[in-house]
């Protein structure tokens, strides 16, 4: 988030992010409230949309990184974020284990 911060001159207060799952101050990148999903969670409803065969493009952020779901549609989030982020392509069973 730091390259848009950046280049939008929002050095203070507070950005929401990834869609309300991350608030934090925007100065210190410091997290102030978090809310993800465990794999647990997203294995279930990932279960779900390929069961249902609902045609929809999958990408799990982070602060850094953004892992592109291979077992549903390409997703076109890598050609708007202007590069700013890391993208890996991966498998549902290979999503990284929280830390």
Do not use: C, W
């Not at 001159?9 to 210190?28: K, M, P, Q, R």
């Not at 999958?58 to 590069?83: E, G, M, R």
């Amino acid at each position: 988030m730091k390259p848009y911060i950046d280049s939008l001159s929002l050095n203070t207060g507070f950005s929401i992010s990834f869609n309300g799952a991350i608030i934090f101050e925007n100065n210190s990148l410091e997290t102030l409230r978090s809310f993800t999903l465990s794999n647990k969670d997203l294995l279930m409803i990932f279960t779900f949309i390929l069961l249902l065969n609902i045609p929809v493009s999958v990408d799990i952020s982070t602060s850094n990184d953004v892992y592109q779901i291979t077992d549903f549609a390409p997703s076109k989030y890598q050609t708007i974020s202007h590069n700013f982020l890391n993208f890996h392509k991966i498998k549902i069973i290979e999503i990284p284990q929280k830390k």
